[in-house]
């Protein structure tokens, strides 16, 4: 079965750095397209990046577009999310996704 098993979360200082990384198993991971979302407290969850399959193009929520970068390693069937310039309003669980699936999500925390 498809499974999405997202680590690297963590308590972070403003200013700080963090990678997200989702190990993913179950299906060919080089033929999906994979997503991370994001979710604060008292809000919807919010889509925050995505990446392609093999050709790897990007895009990004304004909010963190320049401070975080998505990146896949199909032979490992891992997607990470490089986050730098972490705010306090960055903290979130933050999921991964592939269409239909979400993993587990993990929490970061960015506070002094």
């Known amino acids: 079965q498809v499974q999405l098993v997202e680590s690297g979360g963590g308590l972070v200082q403003p200013g700080g750095s963090l990678r997200l990384s989702c190990t993913a198993s179950?299906?060919?991971?080089?033929?999906?397209?994979m997503s991370w979302f994001r979710q604060a407290p008292g809000k919807e969850r919010e889509w925050v990046a995505t990446?392609?399959?093999?050709?790897?193009?990007?895009s990004y929520a304004d909010s963190v577009k320049g401070r975080f970068t998505i990146s896949r390693d199909n032979a490992k069937n891992t997607v990470y999310l490089q986050m730098n310039s972490l705010k306090p309003e960055d903290t979130a669980v933050y999921y991964c996704?592939?269409?239909?699936?979400w993993g587990q999500g993990t929490q970061v925390t960015v506070s002094s």
């Open positions: 179950g299906f060919t991971f080089s033929d999906y397209g």
């Open positions: 990446i392609t399959t093999t050709v790897g193009m990007t």
């Open positions: 996704r592939r269409p239909g699936y």
